[in-house]
């Protein structure tokens, strides 16, 4: 395999992305080059017989302790004299950790590279995936939404497993006492606002004691965005989603934006200042909201806060905005899994990560995230055919990469830590809030003020890298 020499521009990407390494980047040094008269030595014939894999889940969490139970295992069984070492490392430290840990010569061959997507494709540490996923057999099996998550620049730079979509998490028993329908959630923004104000409730004085919906300051910008998607529009140009202008001062984004910010001054499904709740609280399952808008990761923990009251709960499939509309909700991968491409044991690292896409490894990660089975409508894989309890995904591609995951597969955004996702959510989406406050709704002066600052980073980032 011939090696990639860095470019400055690359390192920038990545410094941006890394916190605290940005001195030590300017002296990164190239990957070692290929022997002279071919290829790198083949991985499996190596003299290192470990391989290195960085995950998000330490040994002590179920996922991590399913790793090594019936994941490494497995792999070291049919590979004798091969082991498999485990580091925890989180999503923070990860692009820092790549880039000193190459730098001493000991960088990951595989890591859990949730965080660090773009910034590690764009300066040429991920190998590029499909090809293997294609010979295993299981491309075509892939849902596009969360196939579309790991790509960048046309390549599959990881491995998405752990799947999922923001869904709508709900008391059935709250929609059973308000005289709606518990197991029939609306597929509706007209629908889903009736039943949130039906569920909305006051004391004598008229102040709110369990919200419609739980909202903070002002909707979740991830949700608002898609709501946008929902009603036509998008955060940019969707024609030219690497340059293209930013479009939040279009009329279908204020349109959505406006929709949103009336639940709350209009509708009074939820306290303008929010809600206030003593720590620890998980709002809707201990009753303090009738529904919520939550990721799948959160809801065992849901459960075990409260597990009598976990067959309380129900879920939501994303909606759209009109009946029988397309129904776009904000799709995450939260186990991305990639090969380092300079890797010296890289045909035993994607031997491993073979032994990993595996049906039984699957199901074996899944069982060990949600054990008791109450809420599998939640717990996604990449695979149609591994999700067959699931009508809803299985028509149309329902589920689509919104908000910051759109920008990992264009090369916009470089992972939750680059500096430049920063300054979108400083300078762009947090102005959301304030708008809200004031109760601006479609000030277009506003709105294109936000558009013309999203446009001089996004312009910065693609001259600069940083």
């Known amino acids: ?262 639940l709350k001054r209009v509708h009074g499904i939820n306290p303008l200042e929010g809600l206030t709740l003593p720590p620890g609280t998980w709002a809707t399952v201990e009753g303090y909201t009738a529904m919520e808008i939550q990721g799948p990761w959160w809801v065992p923990n849901m459960r075990l806060r409260k597990p009598e009251n976990a067959d309380l709960m129900g879920i939501g499939a994303p909606i759209a905005r009109n009946s029988g509309g397309e129904r776009l909700g904000l799709a995450n991968a939260n186990h991305i899994i990639s090969v380092y491409s300079e890797s010296e044991v890289q045909e035993a690292a994607l031997g491993l990560l073979e032994v990993y896409s595996r049906p039984s490894s699957q199901e074996a990660l899944h069982n060990a995230i949600d054990d008791e089975g109450k809420f599998p409508q939640f717990f996604l894989t990449a695979f149609r055919s591994m999700n067959e309890n699931l009508a809803w995904l299985q028509d149309e591609p329902l589920i689509r990469d919104t908000a910051f995951l759109e920008y990992a597969g264009s090369g916009r955004d470089v992972g939750y830590d680059h500096v430049g996702y920063r300054e979108m959510a400083i300078n762009i989406w947090s102005p959301f809030t304030e708008m809200a406050l004031f109760g601006l709704r479609e000030d277009q002066d506003a709105l294109d003020s936000m558009a013309s600052k999203a446009d001089g980073i996004t312009n910065r980032i693609l001259s600069t890298g940083a």
Not at 51 to 67: C, F, K, M, S, V
Not at 98 to 116: K, V
């Open 1 to 262: 395999m011939m090696s990639k020499k860095y470019s400055r521009r690359d390192m920038l990407k990545l410094t941006g992305a890394a916190a605290g390494a940005t001195l030590m980047a300017a002296c990164v040094a190239p990957p070692a080059a290929a022997p002279a008269g071919g290829d790198a030595e083949p991985a499996m014939g190596s003299m290192r017989k470990t391989i290195r894999w960085w995950d998000n889940y330490n040994a002590e969490h179920p996922l991590g302790a399913t790793l090594i139970k019936e994941v490494f295992s497995v792999f070291e069984q049919e590979n004798p004299g091969w082991d498999v070492e485990f580091t925890f490392v989180t999503n923070t430290e990860l692009v820092p950790k790549m880039i000193t840990s190459r730098m001493a010569g000991e960088p990951a061959d595989l890591f859990a590279n949730f965080a660090g997507r773009g910034s590690l494709a764009h300066a040429g540490y991920t190998l590029p995936l499909q090809d293997y996923v294609k010979e295993w057999g299981q491309w075509d099996d892939m849902i596009d939404g969360f196939r579309n998550l790991c790509t960048v620049g046309g390549d599959l730079i990881g491995y998405p497993a752990l799947c999922g979509t923001k869904m709508y998490i709900y008391r059935k028993d709250f929609f059973d006492e308000a005289g709606l329908d518990a197991d029939n959630f609306p597929d509706n923004w007209d629908d889903l606002l009736d039943a949130q104000i039906k569920l909305t409730q006051r004391d004598g004085d008229g102040n709110i004691t369990r919200a419609g919906m739980r909202m903070g300051k002002t909707w979740d910008w991830e949700q608002m965005t898609v709501n946008a998607y929902q009603n036509g529009g998008g955060e940019f140009d969707q024609s030219d989603p690497l340059t293209g202008k930013c479009t939040v001062n279009a009329p279908e984004f204020a349109e959505a934006f406006t929709w949103n910010l009336d």
